[in-house]
Nanobody, 112 residues
């Protein structure tokens, strides 16, 4: 059983920054971040598709950076130049041993 624990959400002003963290209970290659805004489906924000290979949603390219610390089994999402439309619950995701795992979600709210 994999556990994912997120932290780092909160309130930011437009143009500001936040950093999300996701601590996993084991080392996992395929991990990423999704978000879900009220009334909308959960969508991919960024993920690692393989060793050193990243993928970003067009809406966050150039503003968000996904990274990881394998020694700490921790995934990060650095979010810069935040916009009100980035407001959502952000979920950490892991694909491990052919199963999907999700964190509990962390709220990010960006005020204009």
């Amino acid at each position: 059983q994999v556990q994912l624990v997120e932290s780092g959400g909160g309130l930011a002003q437009a143009g500001g920054s936040l950093r999300l963290s996701c601590a996993a209970s084991t080392n996992i290659l395929r991990m990423g971040w999704y978000r879900q805004a009220p009334g909308h489906e959960r969508i991919l924000v960024a993920d690692f598709t393989g060793p050193g290979r990243t993928n970003y949603a067009d809406s966050v390219k150039g503003r968000f950076t996904i990274s990881r610390d394998n020694a700490k089994n921790t995934l990060y999402l650095q979010m810069n130049s935040l916009k009100p439309e980035d407001t959502a619950v952000y979920y950490c995701y892991a694909d491990y041993m052919w199963r999907d795992y999700w964190g509990q979600g962390t709220q990010v709210t960006v005020s204009s």
